[in-house]
């Protein structure tokens, strides 16, 4: 089972400035690497598919890199409906996993 | 456009079951499985399993298995979570997911519904 670890657990950023959110997978995964944002009381959004494919209608704002066991999530410049849990998940094996989640929080 | 909705919130009382439907819209249900997810109360996001719309093989994570039972019915466009046996930490919201475009990964989300199980 691959384990998926992200960093920070909470990022505090002023509206307008950049945030980077990292992902860690206990195993290669290729560029098998998801990530959802997540807002309370909403249905979680897919973002980013295969590492740095920005799914339908997501923003510029939000891109994605990495390989195999370190990613990153970038919000280049945070507007208020971005405030929200971002999670990352590896869909290379059986059972794919989430990591625990980021929330990013207003400063 | 693709749309996923889920049944209303359910409040039930340990022991009893549950079923959760999932009204898929918009798309050709069978060539997409369906897949399940929960949020325990303060929790993260955590993955249940899936089901094969073509089969109707459902699949479940180790945690998942026994009580819980994924079903379809195809005529309705509608796949089900039942859950038997309802315990206070089955309590979450669970949400039914489309697997696009890539095998696990989950777009669009259903609303999610919210179980509550209390005495």
């Known amino acids: 089972e691959i384990i998926m670890t992200q960093s920070p657990a909470t990022l505090s950023v002023s509206p307008g400035e950049g945030a980077t959110l990292s992902c860690r997978a206990s195993h290669r995964v290729g560029k098998y690497l998801a990530w959802y944002q997540h807002k309370p009381g909403q249905a979680p959004r897919l973002l980013i598919y295969d590492a740095s494919t920005r799914a339908a209608g997501v923003p510029a704002r939000f891109s994605g890199s990495g390989s195999e066991t370190e990613f990153s999530l970038t919000i280049s410049s945070l507007q208020s409906e971005d405030f929200a849990v971002y999670y990352c998940q590896q869909f290379l094996t059986w059972p794919p996993k989430l990591g625990q989640g980021t929330r990013v929080e207003i400063k | 456009q693709v749309q996923l909705v889920q049944s209303g919130p359910e409040l039930k009382k340990p022991g009893a079951s549950v079923k959760v439907s999932c009204k898929a819209s918009?798309?050709?249900?069978?060539?997409?499985?369906i897949n399940w997810l929960r949020q325990a109360p303060g929790q993260g996001l955590e993955w249940m399993g899936w089901?094969?719309?073509?089969?109707?093989?459902?699949t479940y994570v180790q945690d998942f298995t026994g009580r819980f039972v994924f079903s379809l019915d195809t005529s309705v466009t509608t796949a089900y979570l039942h859950i038997n046996n309802l315990k206070a930490e089955d309590s979450a919201v669970y949400y039914c997911?489309?697997?696009?475009?890539?095998?696990?990964?989950?777009?669009?989300w259903g609303q999610g519904t919210l179980v509550t199980v209390s005495s």
């Open positions: 089901i094969n719309t073509n089969t109707g093989e459902p």
């Open positions: 918009g798309y050709t249900f069978t060539s997409h499985a």
């Open positions: 997911a489309r697997d696009f475009p890539r095998h696990y990964v989950s777009d669009p």
